[in-house]
Structure formats: structure tokens, C-alpha cells
């Protein structure tokens, strides 16, 4: 499990170690995480360290210090270094360090933004230490103007660009981005995942992720976001026992499914069926379940009611719109039925505005912007699609709390959100899962766990997984093994989402096979993150 932080928590579990006076060890610890991070991406990538090329953009604040620290080590391996300084102030003993290493610093100003531009462009390493969690905003001035050329040329591509901390103009806290920002390709965080790196749009500019040990561990309060790994899925999802039937391996009930979309409840049937689910019982329009049924011998349908089906869960929604009256009532006689359930697409605005923490949302994020219009929005009733999608884990956080129903809010990096604030952060997914129908598998996926786990609060507990989170944990658990399939049924090209679902049993079986060891092993070091 990775666990996020926010950069206030990161501030106040150094605070103890600042007050006794070892901030320069921490600096040295980060910076040299920092350098020890480049070096190893170059040999990664075939490059060689000595005589190669770097250019280190250089805030006024500590972010900068960690900056002129590590390519004060960078220039002992032998690399050319130039540093870029941003403001007038800078590190000083960073500066003198990194002075004394024999790198070159040179002050960003209106006169010199042309030629520093170019040199920076033509570097093989950008490292990106203007602002870090001590930033209010964005870059501004000259920073922001040489950045902004750096995007524009798209110069930068050709270079290795590495973040110290947050790439300047993330916010650590939120994701949020004020722009320009330098995408990286890597970024070196210290001491514990940032949320803001965790969470879109912060995640598009982050590249991947690693963390570097600083020290101030033991002072970390209890995460702000989570992320299953593999270890996890291995540990948490269901496994059959040796006298297991149908029965107790979990039925769910789909409704799903209209005349328009018949093949929303094919797939939402399927991504159950291949998610382990021990039956799936469909209940809608004869002509959905007659497709249902070619494709799906395994699918019992009917036509009866929600109050007479015998299920562990259910799926309501996938491919379902506003005129779809009986659908919807069924829908709503799910929610009613205080089982769990999954509720997705044209369910999300027929249900009532408050629910329950066993009641999951899958919006996308133009779905949540409508949601949250529906319910109010609380203080924010401009809440658009745009204005979710720039601040993802606020409005999912709003979405919970407004709801109180948990949250899945589909996307890129996918966020889950308990009422009670228990978030997690899943991003194994390939852009080629943005495929029509993939939502209609995840919805499968999750009403199959649901059906399989809801009941089992000890399993959970024993992770440290209170009840009432348990259903965030196992939506983001669906959202890790869709992306987990995702990424493993294609070789780089094209995806249907029917292949997700052929492809979920083989991700599955390789999750299985891990054990836990692999994780505790990877929490004392230095880690990628994806
Ligand atoms: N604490 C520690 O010991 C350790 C910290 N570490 C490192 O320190 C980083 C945090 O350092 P930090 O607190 O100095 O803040 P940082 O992000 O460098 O920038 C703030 C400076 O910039 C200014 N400024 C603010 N906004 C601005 C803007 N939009 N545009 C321009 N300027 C802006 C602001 O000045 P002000 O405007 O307030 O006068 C302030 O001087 C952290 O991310 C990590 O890398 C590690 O080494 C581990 C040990
Ligand atoms: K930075």
C-alpha cells in the first residue's frame, strides 16, 4: 500500500526534527535522494553520467536548496551543471555548495530569459526545483515565461526532466495545477508520497513517482489517500474455500441495461462473471436479456422484482437513461433494499440525494459535476465538468460528503472516497481503457466484490480497514484489477472492452501469486510508484 500525505502533514512531521535542528540532514538525505534518483534513471536508459548535461531551475526556498545540493553531487560525477536561479535569493549554503563543486549559476532576469531558455532546452536533464510544498501558486514572472517557452517549443521532450518534490506549480496538497507547469518524467518526493501527485491533474505532470526516505517517518499522521498494490490485491481479494458453492461465493443482481444500450448489460454481466462472482442474476427488458443470454449462458434473467430477487449485492444503472421507468424504479428498490450496490450512469441521477457508505457512485467526471449541481454543491454551485476535472479530489470529497454514499470518480488516476474521508488513489489503467463500454465491465468488477466482500467486515479490519470504508476499499480494488486487465490485454494498441473482460481473469491469477513480503520490502526504500 502506498499512502499519500499532504504537504501541511509532511511540514508538521519534520517540524520535530527542524526544532532540534536537523533540517540540513534532511536536506542532505532529500538531496541526495534527489541526484542518487537522476543517476540511476540515466544508467536505466542506457546514458552515460559523466560529461552529460544538466540544468537546475532554482527557487528562493528550501526546494531550491535540495535542488543546488543534488546537482552539487551531480557535478562531483562528472556532469556539466548549470544552475538557473529564479529569484535573487537563493539557497546559500546550496549555492556555495554546489559553486564549489564547480557548477555554474546564473540569474533569470528579462534580459537573460532568451539565451538561459536555450541553454536549459538543450540539456539532457532539467531538474525542476523552483517551488516545493512552501509554494503559494503558481511560477510567476520569469520562471513562469521560461517555462512556458520550454512547453511551447516542446524542447523539453527531448530532455530527462525530474521534479524535486512536486513538479513547481502542482499543489501538494490537492493535485490542483497552476499553470505552467514542466511535466516530468520523474519526480522525487521526500519523506512520503505527496495527495497532490496521487490525484489528477497533479498526476499528469508528475511521471512517475519515487519516494525518497527522509527521516520523518514515525512522525507521519494517518495518510490522506491510499493505493492498493499488487501485495494488496493478493492479500484482499476473495479467494473460494474448498467447500464453497455458488450461493456463498456471492450472487449479484444487474439491472442494467435499455433498448438504446443492450450491450451495457452484456458487459456489466461479463466484467462480473470474470471478476468471480459465485452467480448473476439479470432482471430487465426481455429483449436486453434475450442479448444478455446469447452472450452470457451463465446470467439467470427474469423479469421479476428487486423485492423477490436473492442477491448479496447489486448493479444498477450502466446503460440506462431517464425514460427508462421500470429500470430506474428497480433501481431505486436496490438502494432501498439496503443491500450493497453499485450504481452507475443513468442511475447516478434518478437515486436519492442522500444514501448510505454500501451505496457506490461511479461518475465520470461530467456525471459528478451534474451530481453535485443536483445536490447543490454545497458552497461551490458552479461546480462544472471543467472545474472537477481541475480539482478532482475536492469534488469527490464533496461528492462524498454531500452523498454520504461512496464515491468512485472514473478517470485517468481514479479517486474513491468514503463519507468518512477514507480516500484511495488507483492509476494502472492505459489511456486505451477510455473505450465505450469499459465503465460497464468496472461496474461488473465492483458489483461482483461487492457481492463477495461486503459481508466479510473482519477481513477488511484486518488491514486496518474500518466497516464503514470497506466499500471504498473494494471499488478501488475493481478499479485496480480493470486497470490491472486493461493494461495486460493490450500490447500497446487498441482495446475493446469486451477484451478487459476476457482479460480479468489472467490479471487475477497473476496478482494472486504475489505474496505481501514484496511490500514490506519496498517501504524502507526508495520505491517507484508506477
Ligand atoms: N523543511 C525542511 O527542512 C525540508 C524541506 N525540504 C524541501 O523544502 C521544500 C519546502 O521548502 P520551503 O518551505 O522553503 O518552500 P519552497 O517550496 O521551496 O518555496 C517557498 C519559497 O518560495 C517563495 N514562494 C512561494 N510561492 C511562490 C511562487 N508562487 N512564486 C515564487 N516564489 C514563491 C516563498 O517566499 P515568500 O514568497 O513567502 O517570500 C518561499 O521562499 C520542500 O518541498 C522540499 O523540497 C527537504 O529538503 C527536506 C527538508
Ligand atoms: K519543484
Not at 129 to 144: E, N, P
Request: contains cysteine; glycine residues 14%.
Amino acid at each position: 500500500m502506498i499512502s499519500g500525505y499532504t504537504g501541511t502533514q509532511i511540514r508538521a512531521a519534520e517540524e520535530p526534527l527542524l526544532a532540534a535542528g536537523m533540517g540540513a540532514v534532511l536536506m542532505q538525505r532529500a538531496s541526495h535522494g534527489l541526484a542518487n534518483a537522476v543517476i540511476r534513471e540515466l544508467k536505466g536508459r542506457g546514458h552515460r553520467i559523466y560529461g552529460t548535461s544538466v540544468a537546475v531551475l532554482v527557487g528562493k526556498g528550501n526546494n531550491g536548496g535540495d535542488g543546488l545540493f543534488a546537482a552539487a553531487f551531480l557535478a562531483a560525477r562528472g556532469m556539466s551543471t548549470t544552475a538557473v536561479l529564479t529569484a535573487e535569493a537563493a539557497h546559500p549554503e546550496g549555492l556555495a555548495a554546489f559553486e564549489r563543486a564547480g557548477g555554474r549559476a546564473h540569474l533569470l532576469t528579462d534580459s537573460t530569459l532568451r539565451r538561459l531558455t536555450a541553454d536549459v532546452a538543450r540539456a539532457d536533464v532539467v531538474i525542476d526545483a523552483v517551488l516545493g510544498t512552501g509554494a503559494k501558486g503558481g511560477l510567476r514572472g520569469t520562471a513562469a515565461a521560461l517555462v512556458s517557452r520550454l512547453a511551447g517549443s516542446g524542447t523539453s521532450g527531448e530532455s530527462l526532466v525530474v521534479a524535486c518534490d512536486v513538479p513547481s506549480g502542482v499543489d501538494a496538497d490537492t493535485g490542483q495545477v497552476h499553470e505552467p507547469v514542466l511535466a516530468a518524467d520523474l519526480t522525487v518526493t521526500f519523506g512520503a508520497a505527496k495527495a497532490g501527485l496521487l490525484a489528477d491533474p497533479g498526476a499528469d505532470y508528475a511521471g512517475r513517482v519515487h519516494v525518497v526516505p527522509i527521516g520523518i517517518e514515525e512522525n507521519l499522521p494517518l495518510p490522506a489517500l491510499h493505493r492498493f498494490e499488487a501485495g494488496d490485491l493478493s492479500r484482499l481479494l476473495p479467494q473460494p474455500g474448498r467447500r464453497s458453492h455458488k450461493y456463498s461465493r456471492g450472487v449479484l443482481g444487474v439491472v442494467a441495461g435499455s433498448a438504446d444500450y443492450p450491450g451495457a448489460a452484456v458487459l456489466a454481466c461479463r466484467g462480473a462473471l470474470a471478476a468471480g462472482v459465485g452467480m448473476v442474476r439479470y432482471l430487465g427488458p426481455p429483449e436486453v436479456a434475450s442479448l444478455v443470454r446469447q452472450s452470457c449462458p451463465e446470467v439467470v434473467c427474469s423479469i421479476g422484482s428487486v423485492a423477490d430477487t436473492h442477491v448479496q449485492a447489486w448493479l444498477v444503472g450502466s446503460g440506462m437513461g431517464p425514460g427508462d421507468s421500470e429500470q430506474l424504479q428497480r433501481a431505486r428498490e436496490a438502494v432501498e433494499s439496503g443491500l450493497p450496490v453499485i450504481a452507475d450512469a443513468g442511475a447516478l441521477p434518478a437515486l436519492p440525494a442522500v444514501l448510505a457508505p454500501h451505496v457506490v457512485l461511479t461518475p465520470h467526471a461530467g456525471e459528478l459535476a451534474s451530481l453535485l449541481k443536483r445536490l447543490g454543491s454545497g458552497r461551490d454551485p458552479e461546480l462544472d465538468r471543467a472545474a472537477v476535472e481541475a480539482d478532482t479530489l475536492r469534488a469527490v470529497r464533496l461528492a462524498a460528503g454531500l452523498t454520504g454514499a461512496t464515491v468512485l470518480l472514473k478517470g485517468a488516476t481514479t479517486l474513491v472516497e468514503s463519507p468518512s474521508r477514507h480516500s484511495y488513489s488507483q492509476a494502472e489503467g492505459t489511456p486505451w481503457l477510455a473505450t465505450a463500454g469499459s465503465g460497464d465491465v468496472l461496474a461488473g468488477v465492483i458489483g461482483a466484490l461487492l457481492a463477495q466482500l461486503g459481508s466479510d467486515v473482519g477481513h477488511f479490519r484486518e488491514s486496518g480497514i474500518g466497516p464503514d470504508d470497506r466499500w471504498a476499499a473494494i471499488a478501488a480494488l475493481a478499479a485496480s484489477l480493470h486497470g490491472l486487465a486493461g493494461r495486460a490485454a493490450t500490447a500497446g494498441g487498441p482495446l475493446t472492452a469486451s477484451r478487459i473482460a476476457d482479460t480479468l481473469p489472467e490479471a487475477w491469477d497473476k496478482v494472486s501469486r504475489l505474496t505481501t513480503g514484496m511490500e514490506q520490502g519496498r517501504n524502507s526504500h526508495a520505491h517507484p510508484l508506477r
